[in-house]
């Protein structure tokens, strides 16, 4: 027999596709007392994986087509073993990382990684350097060539001022050498900056529209217990948001997808609350 995994109906064998909702049968439809967690396809492939080592031979992912959710399945005489193992794990490995990271003393960068600035603020202080050097070496060396042709008196020796007028010209003249070679740095950066925001929009129009709280939380069902500590549901938190976000969104750059990960939770568990 085969079942439509979204309308539940059974179909006779030999028959491929739902009539009604024109989707592949399966030949099982996932039972709730099969059911060990929830969540990214990925993940939970590991896990079955490992459970699978364990001797957990039923251990299996598979698609729900109607909820629209990925599973992580056993058969019930192996469903309870498997849960238990699976929390032993995440309670050890995550206490470990929960250790090291209050050890650290930076609980609200899990990763560790570098302080992020956005492109568009680099670009700023970039081309506020550049005025700033421009300005300075065209005004140093006015002052410069006033001095050289002595329409700026100063009660210097000839030796001292040659050396001098020398040593400052070469100085104004590399600030100002610099400021243009900022300035071209900046209309790069700018480049940068447009892409940046123009994923940042994306990225944001993706979790407003499909993430929330509770669909973190279900996906860490089976790791993180409802008695644990504020700061350690955080970090369990935030270390899954960065995963949902580098799974749909591939090779962002580290600092810049701990920045985002930061940003999605406060817009869920802050903002929310």
């Given at each position: 027999?085969?079942?439509?995994?979204?309308?539940?109906?059974?179909?006779?064998?030999?028959?491929?596709?739902?009539?009604?909702?024109?989707?592949?049968?399966?030949?099982?439809?996932?039972?709730?007392?099969?059911?060990?967690?929830?969540?990214?396809?990925?993940?939970?492939?590991?896990?079955?994986?490992?459970?699978?080592?364990?001797?957990?031979?039923?251990?299996?992912?598979?698609?729900?087509?109607?909820?629209?959710?990925?599973?992580?399945?056993?058969?019930?005489?192996?469903?309870?073993?498997?849960?238990?193992?699976?929390?032993?794990?995440?309670?050890?490995?995550?206490?470990?990382?929960?250790?090291?990271?209050?050890?650290?003393?930076?609980?609200?960068?899990?990763?560790?990684?570098?302080?992020?600035?956005?492109?568009?603020?680099?670009?700023?202080?970039?081309?506020?350097?550049?005025?700033?050097?421009?300005?300075?070496?065209?005004?140093?060396?006015?002052?410069?060539?006033?001095?050289?042709?002595?329409?700026?008196?100063?009660?210097?020796?000839?030796?001292?001022?040659?050396?001098?007028?020398?040593v400052m010209g070469v100085l104004f003249l590399a600030m100002i050498i610099m400021g243009f070679l900022s300035v071209?740095?900046?209309?790069?950066?700018?480049?940068?900056?447009?892409?940046?925001?123009?994923?940042?929009?994306?990225?944001?129009?993706?979790?407003?529209?499909?993430?929330?709280?509770?669909?973190?939380?279900?996906?860490?069902?089976?790791?993180?217990?409802?008695?644990?500590?504020?700061?350690?549901?955080?970090?369990?938190?935030?270390?899954?948001?960065?995963?949902?976000?580098?799974?749909?969104?591939?090779?962002?750059?580290?600092?810049?997808?701990?920045?985002?990960?930061?940003?999605?939770?406060?817009?869920?568990?802050?903002?929310?609350?």
């Open positions: 027999m085969a079942w439509c995994p979204k309308c539940k109906n059974e179909y006779v064998e030999g028959i491929v596709e739902c009539k009604k909702c024109h989707c592949k049968l399966v030949e099982n439809l996932i039972r709730q007392e099969d059911i060990i967690a929830k969540g990214a396809p990925i993940q939970l492939q590991s896990l079955a994986d490992l459970l699978n080592q364990k001797n957990i031979s039923s251990a299996r992912v598979q698609y729900d087509e109607g909820d629209g959710i990925h599973y992580l399945l056993a058969d019930p005489e192996e469903r309870e073993t498997a849960a238990v193992i699976l929390r032993e794990i995440a309670r050890m490995e995550n206490q470990m990382r929960y250790q090291q990271m209050r050890s650290a003393g930076n609980s609200r960068n899990p990763g560790g990684s570098e302080l992020y600035q956005n492109k568009r603020e680099q670009a700023q202080e970039v081309r506020s350097s550049a005025f700033a050097l421009i300005i300075v070496g065209f005004i140093g060396l006015i002052l410069d060539i006033l001095c050289i042709f002595n329409i700026l008196t100063i009660r210097w020796s000839a030796f001292t001022k040659t050396v001098t007028c020398s071209k740095s900046f209309k790069s950066l700018l480049s940068f900056a447009k892409e940046e925001d123009k994923m940042t929009g994306e990225i944001e129009k993706w979790y407003q529209k499909e993430l929330t709280s509770k669909q973190i939380d279900a996906m860490l069902e089976g790791r993180m217990e409802s008695n644990f500590p504020e700061e350690e549901k955080y970090f369990y938190r935030i270390e899954q948001i960065r995963h949902v976000l580098t799974e749909k969104f591939m090779n962002l750059d580290p600092a810049y997808a701990d920045n985002m990960t930061e940003k999605i939770y406060q817009e869920l568990y802050e903002h929310e609350a």
